[in-house]
């Protein structure tokens, strides 16, 4: 399982994001990124100085949202979705999306979902639920 640090994190996001503007060939994970990126405008000035963001914390005590974390998390997600792991996500996340009109703000709950069973996981020193994860999502989409 690959687990980059923070540095490799913010610099895949700069350099994905410094290529799209310069008009390079992006790899496919560079493109699922940048249409990420695309649809937060608000990341995308931090994402032209790379070392300034390597440099750059985000604490909840500042009371802003980590964008690279916030970015890793639709990477993340997007990911799982294609590949419908856990088991039923795919089917999971549709729903949501159709139920929310917005593939973008169901990938926000999702979140929500996912940092509750990664805090449930650790609070019991446990694996992570990925069946408990998908359910949550289910209730999600449910209303």
Not at 40 to 51: F, R, V
């Amino acid at each position: 399982m690959f687990n980059p640090s923070r540095e490799e994190v913010r610099r895949f996001f700069c350099e994905a994001w410094q290529k799209r503007v310069a008009g390079n060939v992006l790899t496919p994970l560079e493109a699922i990124a940048v249409d990420w990126i695309d649809q937060h405008p608000e990341y995308q000035s931090l994402l032209t100085d790379t070392e300034g963001a390597l440099a750059r914390d985000y604490t909840p005590e500042g009371g802003q949202t980590n964008p690279f974390l916030h970015l890793a998390m639709h990477l993340s997600i997007s990911e799982q979705v294609s590949i419908d792991q856990p088991p039923g996500i795919r089917a999971a996340y549709e729903a949501l999306s159709r139920r929310l009109d917005s593939p973008h703000e169901a990938q926000h709950q999702i979140m929500e979902a996912l940092g509750q069973m990664l805090w449930n996981a650790q609070r019991n020193g446990m694996p992570p639920d990925g069946q408990a994860y998908v359910d949550d999502i289910r209730r999600r989409a449910a209303g």
